[in-house]
């Protein structure tokens, strides 16, 4: 027994070793290649994991890495915050389950499946996968735009949605139809349980990390924030409710608590083993032999699934405010199946609700339904580029001439504009960030929204009538290909751009850019000039010591571009500099110890 256990748990750590880096090296999603792994492993493909009942075991420890992931969400989710979005996440969430389902229903039922049952499943599809969506926007660096929010508040609607479903199967079921004393008690159970989640996560949780962390022990902490997850964990299927929403109402009310980021560092690493086991689990799920029998079938049923769901979230999209990209994307993304039609359709097949050939079915549509997301967000991503760039609603942008072009609009743009401002010198600002600029008008600042990444943008702000073009986006991708739009097509403008290290200034001199700053260079300088004069450094030896290291730090880092793609050869490089700066300082040292003896004697 110990022995078989030990051979799966090294065939799962193999995957999780093996499956994300390939997937990283091929430039596709990790969700795609523990998929990929979990297929190649289970019980339909290789037989590492011999029986599907191994595998929802599996797949219910794994459902912890869901839970961790939202519990990580919830961190750096303020209660203030979370009550702003509620209009995002009712309006738009709500919207989404009830016109989906309400579209879904009746193509289930006219396929031959009773009404009744045509509904449940209907809304179980209606819900979509927090786990692989979460993760791959993120993956993307999407989670933070305007659609990877609104995919989060469907997503977080779609949990709290889930909790009734859940509740409901029983029900359908014919020996607990008739029981309507149970559904009130688990009503009650579960108005409980959330209550008390809320009151220890207000009031105890703080003070049980304050002690804990007075005591210094480091796996103290670690086994704490693991306790906070699996107590709701259980507490919340205790009441018959879902785990991942309690873990992420106990996050969220841990996020103004000041231990959150020593939870967060100490919780990471599991949650990522383990959501890499749960997709893992769900390629296992995929039964191959009903996808080459049914084949047909399947793929009409993820195809109509794919499409109604997306032509509905596409639609809330736009009519939310998203730009015609950012609505397409939130639509592919959101799109698919979820981890809940799993628990429903084992539920109801449990209850006898629903027969096991059409569980099966559905389970294959829903797991194909999930594998095609990270293609079909590849798919976008490569047609987008391949294509013309996607000409979404911006700014209009008044006509300006001799004026500067500031193209990104965080720390370092503003600055720029402010000086300009004072100094009555007209300038154009732009940022891909709507919420950034509604930020900086809030506060007196003026900014047009627009992609500095696209020439349509750039003409618009008639950047060939400029005198400069300031580039400060932060994004280092973004700052290259805005920097090649503008050489390319504006070159008489001088660009005048911000790096966010060596390798960025090397790649922009590729370019043909030459006006240059590290943006914590010379702020890192002024700073050791304090450190300096704090530690009693006359005036003249701290002035001379900045100097020596900015002029050698600025020789090398135009003598390393001929081989900064070499990154054995930098390192090497860099090893000699700091033999080569110390040898510097030691030599100045005697040099000026030479002029204070040969002072001594002339005044002798």
Excluded at 166 to 178: D, H, N, R, S, T
Excluded at 248 to 274: C, N, T, V
Excluded at 300 to 329: E, F, H, M, Q, S
Excluded at 358 to 381: C, I, N
């Amino acid at each position: 027994m110990t022995g078989s256990f030990l051979i799966q748990a090294a065939v799962f750590l193999a995957a999780a070793a093996i499956a994300a880096p390939i997937a990283k090296k091929l430039h596709i999603s990790s969700v795609l290649g523990y998929l990929a792994a979990g297929v190649l492993i289970g019980p339909f493909g290789l037989g590492f994991v011999y029986t599907v009942y191994h595998v929802e075991s599996i797949l219910h420890i794994a459902e912890y890495g869901v839970a961790l992931l939202l519990f990580l969400i919830g961190l750096e989710l303020k209660p203030k915050r979370l009550w702003t979005m509620r209009g995002s996440v009712f309006g738009l969430g709500g919207s989404q389950v009830a016109i989906s389902a309400a579209l879904l229903i009746p193509v289930i039922g006219f396929a031959g499946i009773p009404w009744d049952d045509a509904v449940l499943i209907g809304f179980a599809l209606a819900l979509s996968s927090t786990a692989f969506v979460l993760q791959v926007l993120e993956e993307k660096g999407e989670l933070r735009l305007r659609h990877g929010r609104a995919a989060f508040s469907v997503l977080l609607f779609q949990d709290m949605a889930a909790i009734p479903l859940i509740a409901i199967v029983p029900l359908l079921g014919a020996a607990g139809a008739a029981d309507e004393s149970v559904s009130f008690v688990k009503i009650v159970g579960a108005i409980g349980a959330i209550l008390v989640i809320v009151i220890i996560g207000r009031y105890a949780l703080s003070t049980v990390y304050r002690l804990v962390a007075m005591t210094g022990v480091r796996e103290a902490m670690t086994a704490s924030a693991l306790l906070t997850v699996v107590g709701v964990v259980l507490l919340m299927e205790f009441a018959g409710l879902s785990a991942v929403l309690g873990a992420f109402l106990a996050g969220a009310l841990l996020a103004d608590s000041p231990y959150r980021h020593q939870i967060e560092s100490d919780i990471a690493p599991f949650e990522g083993l383990l959501l890499g086991l749960f997709f893992t689990a769900v390629g296992m799920m995929l039964n191959l032999q009903l996808l080459v029998e049914q084949f047909g079938l399947v793929i009409v049923c993820v195809v109509g699934l794919l499409t109604i769901k997306a032509i509905v979230l596409y639609g809330l999209g736009r009519w939310n405010g998203l730009d015609n990209r950012a609505a397409r994307r939130l639509a592919l993304a959101v799109s698919q199946g979820g981890e809940f039609a799993f628990v429903i359709f084992t539920t109801a097949l449990g209850e006898n609700v629903i027969s096991r050939d059409l569980a099966e079915l559905l389970t294959v549509v829903v797991t194909l339904s999930m594998l095609s997301t990270p293609l079909l967000l590849l798919a976008d991503e490569l047609l987008t580029r391949a294509g013309e760039p996607d000409d979404g609603p911006y700014d209009e942008i008044p006509e300006e001439q001799g004026h500067v072009v500031i193209a990104g609009f965080g720390r370092v743009g503003q600055i720029v504009a402010r000086v300009l401002q004072a100094r009555r010198i007209p300038f154009t600002a732009l940022d891909g960030s709507a919420e950034q600029v509604a930020f900086v008008s809030r506060f007196g600042g003026q900014a047009y929204y627009g992609d500095a990444t696209r020439l349509s943008i750039l003409e618009a702000a008639q950047v060939d009538k400029a005198q400069a073009f300031v580039l400060a986006i932060g994004d280092i991708e973004k700052s290259l290909k805005t920097a090649e739009l503008v050489r390319k097509h504006f070159p008489h403008v001088p660009i005048y751009a911000r790096a966010r290290n060596r390798n960025h200034v090397h790649r922009l001199m590729d370019l043909g850019v030459e006006f240059i700053r590290r943006e914590t260079f010379l702020s890192s300088l002024d700073i050791t000039r304090e450190v300096l004069r704090g530690l009693g450094d006359p005036e003249q030896e701290v002035t001379r010591t900045i100097e020596t290291f900015r002029e050698f730090d600025r020789r090398h880092l135009y003598g390393d571009y001929a081989h900064y793609t070499d990154q054995q050869k930098l390192q090497v490089f860099a090893r000699e500099r700091s033999e080569e700066l110390k040898d510097l300082f030691a030599q100045d040292e005697a040099d000026l110890s030479d002029a204070i003896v040969d002072a001594d004697n002339k005044v002798v």
